[in-house]
């Protein structure tokens, strides 16, 4: 999983669990060590459930927003098809998310339409980080388990 941070063009950092690291010093300028690890465990526990790859990016899109952030999911690594990427722009106000071919069977366009309406109420609060982790269990509920692993 990978997290994309981008704050006001002079911060850029990303973020891979793997690695256990920030790679760019000023991501803890945006966001702190307690946030980071939420949403790392939220991506985490996502991936973890539904056998999906969740990726974040948290930045600026651009105009079309869509189309940067269908751009992001392509290269965010694994397969594209079973990729989810949620795109969150918070000085445009957007919220994008991307689906592979494999994701979208399992996360339709309402059940995404849901997650970023509960998203961006959060984010009116004031409350970006637990907008983004409440959206993530949203679609993590929706997907469910993959079917080989399915709880009975």
């Keep these: 999983m990978n997290m994309t941070i981008e704050h006001d063009s002079a911060i850029d950092g990303t973020y891979d669990p793997r690695a256990d690291s920030v790679v760019e010093q000023h991501v803890d300028r945006v966001f702190s060590y307690q946030e980071l690890a939420r949403l790392d465990e939220a991506l985490t526990m996502s991936s973890r459930e539904t056998g999906l790859r969740f990726t974040l990016y948290i930045g600026d899109l651009g105009t079309p927003s869509r189309v940067r952030a269908e751009e992001l999911h392509a290269r965010s690594g694994g397969n594209p098809a079973e ?3 949620i795109a969150v722009s918070p000085g445009q106000r957007v ?6 071919a494999a994701a979208s069977r399992r996360l339709p366009d309402r059940a995404c339409a849901l997650a970023v309406l509960s998203m961006t109420g959060s984010f009116a609060g004031g409350d970006l980080v637990g907008g983004i982790v409440n959206g993530l269990r949203q679609l993590s509920d929706q997907a469910g388990h993959p079917s080989g692993h399915r709880r009975h």
């Design 83 to 85: 990729g989810v990427l």
């Design 95 to 100: 919220v994008e998310v991307v689906t592979g």
